[in-house]
């Protein structure tokens, strides 16, 4: 079991940037694929994005794409969600998770399912105000 920690989340204008950690111990780090989810008021989780390892592979949502990046720092057992341009929409409680399902091979259809992590954070907010 990963035990993850997720900060950074705050108040922000729209059009601000914020950077979230999600801080991991337990389980060797690096064997684990990264995702972030979050969930809006009254609305599902959903997948953000996500990291494979070796080589690093990304994806995101189409509603976070060229806004959004994940980048991970195996050294520090972390994993970063760095937001820009943000709106009123991103809105939400922001999770990371953790899977030792999803390979390099796994389609990122498949890894955006909440199924396939095993661990995941208390989640931090991130409210944004136009």
């Known amino acids: 079991q990963v035990q993850l920690v997720e900060s950074g989340g705050g108040l922000v204008q729209a059009g601000a940037s914020l950077r979230l950690s999600c801080a991991a111990s337990g389980r060797a780090f690096s064997s684990c694929t990264m995702g972030w989810f979050r969930q809006a008021p009254g609305k599902e989780r959903e997948f953000v994005g996500g990291?494979?390892?070796?080589?690093?592979?990304?994806d995101y949502a189409d509603s976070v794409k060229d806004r959004f990046t994940i980048s991970r720092d195996d050294a520090k057992n972390t994993v970063y969600l760095q937001m820009k341009s943000l709106k009123p929409e991103d809105t939400a409680v922001y999770f990371c998770?953790?899977?030792?399902?999803?390979?390099?091979?796994?389609?990122?259809?498949?890894?955006?399912?909440?199924?396939?992590?095993?661990?995941w954070g208390q989640g931090t907010q991130v409210t944004v105000v136009s």
């Open positions: 998770a953790t899977s030792l399902a999803i390979d390099l091979l796994t389609p990122w259809s498949m890894a955006a399912r909440e199924l396939l992590y095993d661990s």
């Open positions: 990291v494979k390892r070796n080589p690093l592979r990304t």
